[in-house]
């Protein structure tokens, strides 16, 4: 299994960098910190285990727990603020065990390592000398990482969802997937919205209620399930499958792995959300990791970055 080569300092310094961004919040998240915990349900396709033995795609109903955020560090932030959402999703085994999926509403990443994402938040962090970020940092950072600039650009194409159900959430990296038959192959996660997508200019969103994210999805699983469709795109000889900036042609055959139903919000919503901890690396037989050195950092950054809220720091 391939393991992280980032040293653990570097990982602890990423996580020092987002809290210092984010601000004192004692118990949130630095980054991901306004979300809402929802309940629901997973069946797996009848192609899914072609693809993969794991046991949550074996076809059997899996109840989930799903966290949507915002990915702004602020616990406070207006939901009209143009940036990244996420759909956390854990999926609980009969076995007591868990697998997740971590998914962003943006297709790629920021940085290629770690040490670029580093980069990335400390040209946005005040200097000693002014007190103050360097106003051309964040550009010369994008300047030169070309891949970092696309991410860019695409977020502002999508810069606010109109519902967290209306946008495609993206797991980013590739795992390695091995079927019953012993058959193995690269693909990546993205749960597509039954609603479809719908996105709304940061001006109109700004003038929605500071919460209309929740506001919006509390009315909608009033009517009903929240439905997503959970597709692989399989990735083909030469695509890169340890560069989480790189994306795969749309072309690349895809396959239905089930679908999740989001049934409903937490009655505890916000004292779950202190307690749960999702992490990418957290899966089961039939998944295997990249090589992706994002991917092998992150268990540790959310070890580190839990440990510190759980003690309310
Ligand atoms: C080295 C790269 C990364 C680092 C260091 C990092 C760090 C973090 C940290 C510290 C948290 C808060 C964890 C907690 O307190 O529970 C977090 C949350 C999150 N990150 Fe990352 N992240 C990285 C890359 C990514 C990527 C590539 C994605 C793309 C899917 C992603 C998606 C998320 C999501 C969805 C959450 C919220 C999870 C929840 O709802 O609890 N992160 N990240």
């Given at each position: 299994m391939p393991t992280s080569a980032t040293p653990e300092p570097v990982i602890r310094q990423i996580v020092e960098a987002m809290r210092a961004l984010a601000g004192p919040h004692p118990g949130f998240r630095p980054v991901h910190a306004k979300g809402l915990v929802c309940s629901g349900t997973f069946r797996a396709s009848a192609d899914a285990p072609r693809v993969t033995r794991a046991p949550h795609f074996a076809g059997q109903s899996v109840p989930t727990i799903v966290r949507f955020a915002n990915a702004n560090g602020n616990p406070d932030v207006h939901d009209g603020v143009p940036n990244v959402r996420s759909m956390a999703v854990k999926?609980?085994?009969?076995?007591?065990?868990?697998?997740?999926?971590?998914?962003?509403?943006?297709?790629?990443f920021i940085a290629r390592t770690p040490a670029e994402l580093l980069e990335f938040l400390r040209a946005q962090l005040p200097e000693p000398g002014s007190g103050r970020p360097d106003p051309d940092a964040v550009p010369r950072f994008l300047a030169g990482h070309p891949a970092g600039r696309a991410f860019v650009e695409r977020l502002m194409k999508k810069p606010v969802p109109a519902s967290y159900a209306q946008t495609i959430y993206h797991a980013e990296h590739a795992f390695r997937f091995t079927a019953v038959d012993g058959t193995s192959r690269f693909g990546r996660y993205r749960f597509v919205p039954h609603a479809g997508e719908a996105f709304l200019s940061p001006d109109d969103a700004g003038k929605r209620s500071p919460s209309f994210l929740?506001?919006?999805?509390?009315?909608?699983?009033?009517?009903?399930?929240?439905a997503f469709r959970l597709l692989l795109q399989l990735a083909e000889a030469g695509d890169p499958t340890d560069d989480v900036t790189a994306l795969w042609p749309e072309g690349r055959p895809v396959v239905e792995l089930g679908r999740l139903e989001v049934t409903g919000l937490s009655p505890t919503s916000a004292a779950d959300e202190r307690s749960l901890i999702f992490d990418p690396t957290n899966r089961t037989d039939g998944i295997d990791l990249s090589a992706d050195p994002i991917l092998l950092a992150r268990s540790a950054a959310y070890a580190i970055s839990y440990d510190r809220r759980s003690k309310g720091e």
């Open positions: 999926f609980q085994l009969s076995d007591g065990k868990s697998a997740d999926i971590l998914a962003n509403s943006v297709e790629g929740r506001e919006e999805l509390e009315g909608r699983l009033r009517t009903g399930p929240v």
